[in-house]
């Protein structure tokens, strides 16, 4: 079953009939349903499993929408310390480096100088992502199948994403300077067999 905004016309008591409707329907028939809603509580209580939309790629989450957004902001604590710690150890090797490097030219040490020319390629083919999709060591040939210009990705930090402004123009005046409509001695009922709900309105 395919759903696309169902709550957008229904009232209070509608959302919920809907709501305990699907749960009832994937209980007893396992009914597959995607769901499109900018209800945030609807879609907590029917949806099991989330499919983002984020940056031309779909990702799955097992959960519903509060499940994933505080997942999100755990990913987000997660690797944004793995890039600070990580950039704090890029700052002191390349600080040894430099060093390395003066005494070397100084003394004339060749060593020196590969030693520092080691840890300078180290630092530009080996920092990055340093633990697999699992959370355990990374290994080249299992975490990063195929040719790419360094051994490790680099670490990104999820980031939220922008609202979007959109600026309408103000409509533009009427060619009709009158009314569009108008009414006169208005009578409304809902069936003809029940009261007059609005009697000789205009």
């Known amino acids: 079953m395919i759903l696309d905004e169902p709550t957008n016309f229904l009232d209070l008591l509608g959302v919920i009939w809907l709501e305990n409707y699907l ?4 209980q007893s028939s396992g009914t597959t349903l995607v769901l ?16 983002i ?13 509060a499940a994933y957004e505080e ?11 793995m890039k600070e710690a990580q950039e704090k150890q890029i700052a002191h090797m390349e600080a040894t480096i430099r060093e390395t490097t003066k005494v070397g030219k100084k003394t004339g040490d060749d060593n020196k100088l590969r030693m520092a020319k080691s840890r300078q390629k180290k630092i530009d083919d080996r920092m990055g ?7 355990g060591r990374f290994k080249l040939n299992r975490d990063l199948a195929g040719y790419h210009f360094k051994a490790r990705a680099e670490i990104e930090v ?5 609202g979007t402004a959109i600026q309408l123009p103000d409509a533009p005046d009427l060619r009709f300077p ?3 409509i108008s009414l006169e001695n208005i009578t409304f009922r809902y ?5 007059v709900v609005l009697d000789d309105i205009g």
């Open 23 to 26: 749960k009832q329907m994937r």
């Open 36 to 51: 499109v809603s900018h209800d945030r509580s609807f879609i907590n209580a029917v949806c099991e499993e989330i499919i």
């Open 53 to 65: 939309l984020r940056d031309q790629a779909l990702a799955y989450f097992k959960g519903n929408l």
């Open 71 to 81: 997942h999100f902001e755990l990913q987000k604590l997660y690797w944004g310390r």
């Open 129 to 135: 992502i340093q633990v697999s999709a699992t959370g």
């Open 158 to 162: 999820p980031k939220d994403e922008r």
């Open 178 to 180: 009158g009314p569009l």
């Open 191 to 195: 069936k003809r067999t029940r009261p």
